[in-house]
């Protein structure tokens, strides 16, 4: 089965070059003191522009890259606007992800996403449920997914589950978290700590610690119990 991995980016990322803070520091120097020289021959007017440019250069004397930095502190190789990502299983549509911001760390092989969308879809293209999140953490060679913050997966059909971190499984096709995880559906509403499923949430199972609270047919609720 043929897996095939595409970045579409609407904006690319815009080469830069590093210079040292000492390289800076002469440059800014050496402007300086020429700027000094033509001080003392050129017109008032001119005076005026020269003294904002010292002003202007000083100000950049000391600015550092700004980048976020990864897990390990490093800047990223390169940062991208409105990112998105295609993952597709023989022409069709398995996943497609989208991010306001991404962050591309080559040593590590990852993508680490800020205001993140995915889409699932189902084999025959029609999309089955979306998941979002605040952070996003993309592994380039296994296609794995870390969804961090606010984790939301909301179904087509209604289905809503929720957690603070969700990890999905690009081979297995499964979303799975350790952590403590609320599924709504129809009114019910089951709540447990570990959870496994797929990203349509027709599949799913919980640890432990897992907890319902029910909906009878006239709407009111049944007093939550222990399932396990």
Not at 25 to 42: N, Y
Not at 62 to 79: F, H, I, K, N, S
Not at 155 to 183: A, C
Request: proline share 4%.
């Amino acid at each position: 089965m043929q897996r095939l991995w595409h970045t579409a980016c609407l904006r690319a990322p815009v080469p830069f070059a590093s210079v040292g803070l000492d390289a800076m520091d002469r440059v800014l120097s050496d402007a300086q003191a020429t700027l000094r020289r033509r001080i003392g021959t050129a017109p008032p007017a001119r005076l005026a522009a020269l003294a904002c440019l010292l002003v202007a250069l000083a100000g950049c004397g000391r600015q550092r890259a700004m980048g976020p930095a990864g897990a390990t502190g490093e800047l990223p190789d390169q940062e991208v606007r409105d990112f998105a990502l295609t993952e597709t299983d023989q022409g069709n549509p398995e996943w497609k992800l989208y991010a306001r911001y991404a962050a591309i760390y080559d040593a590590r092989n990852v993508i680490i996403a800020r205001a993140v969308r995915v889409d699932f879809y189902d084999a025959q293209g029609k999309k089955t449920s979306e998941l979002t999140a605040r952070e996003g953490e993309i592994d380039q060679t296994t296609r794995n997914m870390i969804a961090r913050g606010d984790v939301v997966l909301q179904t087509t059909e209604g289905t809503r589950m929720s957690t603070d971190q969700l990890q999905y499984l690009n081979q297995k096709q499964k979303v799975i978290s350790d952590r403590l995880v609320r599924v709504e559906r129809e009114g019910d509403v089951l709540t447990g700590v570990g959870f496994e499923s797929d990203p349509e949430l027709k599949h799913f199972e919980f640890k432990r610690k897992v907890q319902a609270v029910v909906r009878t047919r006239s709407g009111g609720p049944i007093a939550p119990e222990n399932t396990r």
